[in-house]
């Protein structure tokens, strides 16, 4: 093992959340390999909100769909939760949030959070129960018997991240969840993230392409670069949780997007 | 409760668009309302006509006899035991049942064998060109040897309803259920679900909209399927009969012809409101534009 001894009893005292072990993907497009993540090392411990940023083509999108167990590595180990993607995915630990909100269109509001809970295979008074309480938590009380066509783009976002939380999982991976919404509703939702998060802590990993949300919701944050797909640097935020939209205007934050924005201008890509 | 009442119990939120089962029963009365009139307004359009070209053409009273006289038909006596109404009506009632019955059937069929294709690219590539070449076969030319080998009894034309309706369906249902959005069925991944679980609560629902314009489709030639099996081989009841019998009176009586062919476009105008109807008490089946 290259890793030195102080490492490696760190990495043994804290619990995996995420990791990936010189994760190697290629897609292979008209009989060409296209390298889309070259030798990504990542280790998030357990309970840690880490978001990814990067150029689009940085194959960070492809890094969340290796954890989700979407799709399979060509080379290296991916760990969700300190076992396999596979038997993560299997022992339902994961929650996944994408772009669109993605609800069942002939579902009430309510029977699209408890989807995951009834393909568990819950009873149908403990799922709307357990429903009523995560759209409590994401300030949707009263919409319960709505369907997803008659809400705004971001309480659509709110029921799929209820959804993706109803079955308590250990992992939550999020995939540009809220960049289709304008920026006033992100900053909202962004806050109500974080005291979801502070609440339950899940390990969080947090696709985005805004610098400002990457930095306000994370611990650290990891720059991508394209081309082939790799990991720049990763950017410490010293920021104590729980922040509040103070935390916006601190030193530290100015200091970590700036960091940020250079690394991505030298990272390549569009 | 009416949508005023929920809104009034709670201002902040507005209501739901599914409202209770009433409002429901009420919208799809008034769509059966609309069509109604407009069924109406139709034929007094086309009884106008009619009369049209009849005075342009100048044609005879025995080959094209009045719009009001066909109609006039139904109050004259058909046998020792019932007016023409009433021997319409039976006969109506017969062809419904077997049309409604290979419906049914060929619908069922039609499903299963599309959720088939669908699930399995091997079956589709093997089942869909078959599907598709025994659509082309002329049932009227199979009818009565169908006949020969089945009897004549009425499962025999339910069958031959059903051997049309199945194919507009089983496309229907393999397009619908091949068209389910990757993400719904990612998302089904992420919880675990099974195949059985991933058709029942994504794959199918997504495929109705598509499912109920097959079911559409398969409702008008559901009707004429069960009339055409009616035709061929000396039936003794049915729309098929009337009008094969009413076609060798036509020099002596042409109104009772006209009056068949009227029975049968209210009869497939019948079952496809039906489908209709049903379609707007199934949410998931609405069509996704909001058509």
């Known amino acids: 093992m290259s890793t030195d001894t102080t490492e490696a009893t760190e990495r043994q005292t804290r619990l995996v959340g995420l990791a990936a072990r010189d994760v190697v993907k290629t897609f292979s497009v008209k009989g060409k390999e296209n390298l889309v993540l070259d030798t990504i090392n990542l280790e998030i411990p357990k309970g840690e909100f880490v978001s990814v940023i990067g150029p689009s083509g940085c194959g960070k999108s492809t890094l969340l769909r290796i954890f989700a167990d979407l799709i399979p590595v060509t080379s290296g180990t991916a760990v969700v939760d300190g076992i396999s993607p596979q038997l993560a995915r299997a022992d339902r630990r994961l929650g996944v949030v994408f772009q669109q909100a993605n609800l069942m269109p002939w579902r009430s509001v309510l029977r699209n959070v408890g989807l995951p809970l009834e393909v568990e295979g819950r009873g149908k008074v403990a799922r709307d129960a357990t429903s009523r309480e995560l759209l409590e938590l994401v300030g949707l009380a009263g919409y319960e018997k709505h369907l997803p066509r008659q809400l705004s783009g971001g309480m659509q976002q709110r029921v799929a991240i209820a959804r993706a939380l109803s079955t308590e999982p250990d992992v939550l991976l999020m995939d540009e969840p809220f960049g289709a919404l304008d920026e006033i509703t992100r900053e909202r939702l962004n806050q109500e993230l974080l005291s979801i998060w502070g609440r339950l802590r899940p390990t969080v990993l947090f696709i985005t392409h805004s610098i400002p949300e990457a930095v306000f919701l994370s611990s650290r944050v990891v720059v991508m670069g394209a081309r082939p797909g790799r990991i720049v640097d990763v950017v410490d935020v010293d920021l104590p949780y729980p922040r509040d939209p103070g935390a916006r205007t601190d030193p530290a934050f100015h200091a970590a997007e700036s960091r940020i924005r250079a690394l991505l201008a030298t990272a390549g890509g569009h | ?291």
């Open chain 2, 1 to 291: 409760m009416t949508a005023a009442q929920v809104v009034g119990a709670r201002p902040a939120v507005a209501s739901p668009a599914w409202g209770s089962g009433w409002v429901r029963v009420r919208r799809v009365a008034a769509r059966w309302g609309v069509a109604a009139v407009m069924g109406v307004a139709f034929v007094v359009g086309l009884c106008l006509l009619w009369e049209l070209a009849k005075l342009v053409t100048g044609t005879d009273d025995s080959l094209m006899p009045h719009s009001w006289a066909v109609f006039a038909q139904l109050g004259e006596p058909a046998g020792p035991d019932g007016t023409w109404l009433t021997y319409i009506a039976e006969n109506w009632v017969v062809t419904l049942r077997n049309a409604v019955a290979g419906f049914l059937a060929g619908s069922l069929l039609g499903v299963a064998l599309g959720v088939w294709i669908a699930s399995n690219r091997v079956v589709g590539a093997a089942l869909l060109p078959i599907t598709a070449l025994m659509q082309t076969i002329p049932i009227v030319a199979i009818a009565p040897a169908m006949v020969l080998f089945l009897g004549t009894g009425w499962e025999i034309k339910a069958a031959i309803a059903a051997f049309l309706t199945f194919f507009p369906v089983t496309v229907a249902t393999a397009k619908g259920i091949a068209s389910t959005s990757a993400e719904s069925l990612e998302l089904m991944r992420v919880c675990a679900a099974s195949r059985w679980q991933t058709l029942v609560k994504v794959r199918l629902p997504s495929a109705l909209p598509l499912i109920f314009v097959g079911l559409e489709t398969a409702a008008g030639v559901a009707v004429i399927g069960a009339i055409v099996a009616e035709l061929p081989f000396g039936a003794t009841e049915g729309l098929g009969m009337v009008i094969l019998t009413s076609w060798q009176y036509y020099t002596i009586q042409p109104t009772s012809l006209y009056l068949a062919a009227i029975a049968s476009c209210a009869l497939g105008a019948f079952v496809v409101f039906a489908v209709r109807a049903i379609r707007t008490l199934v949410p998931a089946a609405a069509d996704p534009k909001g058509a």
